[in-house]
């Protein structure tokens, strides 16, 4: 079975640019999470979806991040316009029955630089 | 708000040696406790999890852990470590009856493992 799809791999952008990230969660999976991991702040969820529904975004940081799951099978997350602050890798996981069970299948991640 | 300490950031050992990652937690109402490992350059994946009955639970590559809720831990044991165990390891929280996406997370402890 294929697990959770994220993509770019890798992304090197310039300050000001516009980031999309893109996730394709498992089928079946209700849940949706985007977590964002760096050195200083470890991992960090930034919002979450149960049933294409945006459940809790308090961990969005600002305005210039936005999130979306239009379907059952692609969520995206983007940064506009995007800061070096903003560089870490950015990890899509999903859940059938949410993050509090500990069941969650992440993606390999998205690397994103912003130079 | 349940928090998550991981008291050693790196450890390193000498293949076939035993380790123990430690973790503690706190929380002012009861928790289910996991363990996530993450190779290098993947996304995290579920080891273990203790949410009820036995404090000794087993999980998968012959890591264990143990809940001592009187000293609010959870460590991770491994009686002889291969070189292929070498990973970031974390310890995660959610409250019993929290929502679906409380998860919290530690900053990670990297396994070393050297020959």
């Known amino acids: 079975d294929a697990g959770v799809i994220q993509s770019p791999r890798h992304e090197v952008t310039e300050m000001g640019q516009e980031v999309t990230l893109r996730c394709k969660p498992i089928s079946g999976h209700d849940y949706l999470f985007w977590y964002r991991q760096t050195m200083m702040r470890g991992l960090e969820l930034l919002i979450y979806?149960?049933?294409?529904?945006?459940?809790?975004d308090s961990g969005m940081p600002e305005d210039r991040f936005s999130a979306k799951m239009p379907n059952a099978s692609f969520s995206t997350l983007k940064i506009q316009p995007s800061e070096p602050r903003d560089s870490a890798v950015y990890f899509c996981?999903?859940?059938?029955?949410?993050?509090?069970?500990?069941?969650?299948?992440f993606g390999e991640g998205s690397r994103l630089t912003v130079l | 708000a349940q928090s998550v300490t991981q008291l050693d950031s790196q450890v390193p050992v000498f293949e076939e040696a035993p380790v123990e990652l430690r973790c503690n937690y706190s929380?002012?109402?009861?928790?289910?406790l996991f363990w996530y490992v993450q190779y290098p350059n993947q996304g995290l994946q579920l080891l273990l999890k203790?949410?009820?009955?036995?404090?000794l639970v087993k999980g998968i590559n012959g890591f264990e852990a143990e809940f001592n809720k009187s000293q609010t831990s959870f460590h991770l044991r491994k009686p002889s470590v291969h070189i292929s165990d070498t990973a970031e390891y974390f310890c995660a929280v959610s409250e019993y009856g929290g929502s679906q996406g409380n998860l919290i997370f530690g900053k990670g402890t990297k396994l070393s493992v050297k020959p």
């Open positions: 979806f149960n049933n294409n529904v945006p459940i809790d």
């Open positions: 929380s002012s109402v009861s928790v289910y």
């Open positions: 203790y949410l009820s009955g036995s404090t």
């Open positions: 996981a999903s859940s059938p029955r949410g993050a509090h069970t500990g069941e969650l299948f």
